[in-house]
């Protein structure tokens, strides 16, 4: 139904020379956009000034399958303070179309070790980038 919906706007755009995109394509932009929105709405909630500093870091959290990309593996598990760096640079999840992961907030009564920043992965093209080296380490 929905596509069904976008017809006309699609269509006006193949009349300009746009392509047309799939429904894969389609489906791949909406769950990426969700993903986004998602991810950034949660960390809007834990570093809402009214909560005192009550989340400190983030843990990247991963779905681990064998669609994983080697990234979202990597970054599986890795945690980083709420004012590093990397969220400026790399932003969080997705890190590339159809990213699955997300981020835990890490509590104030919770301990953690900062990890060391990725290498050898990178996210996608668009997907943000990671901190230069010595950046915030």
């Not at 193949?14 to 047309?20: C, K, R």
């Not at 760096?85 to 953690?112: D, M, Q």
Request: neutral net charge; hydrophobic residues 30%; contains cysteine.
């Amino acid at each position: 139904d929905a596509l069904r919906a976008l017809e006309p706007v699609l269509g006006q755009r193949t009349a300009e020379g746009w392509s047309v995109p799939t429904p894969a394509q389609i489906a791949t932009a909406v769950r990426t956009t969700l993903t986004t929105v998602y991810n950034h709405g949660r960390r809007s909630f834990f570093e809402d000034p009214r909560s005192g500093g009550y989340v400190q870091a983030y843990r990247w959290s991963s779905v681990l399958d064998d669609r994983t990309t080697d990234f979202c593996r990597w970054m599986n598990g890795k945690t980083y303070p709420v004012e590093d760096p990397i969220w400026k640079t790399l932003g969080g999840p997705p890190a590339h179309f159809n990213c699955r992961s997300l981020l835990l907030p890490v509590t104030i009564e919770e301990e953690y070790t900062k990890s060391k920043y990725p290498t050898g992965v990178e996210p996608a093209p668009g997907f943000g980038t990671l901190p230069v080296p010595g950046m915030g380490s």
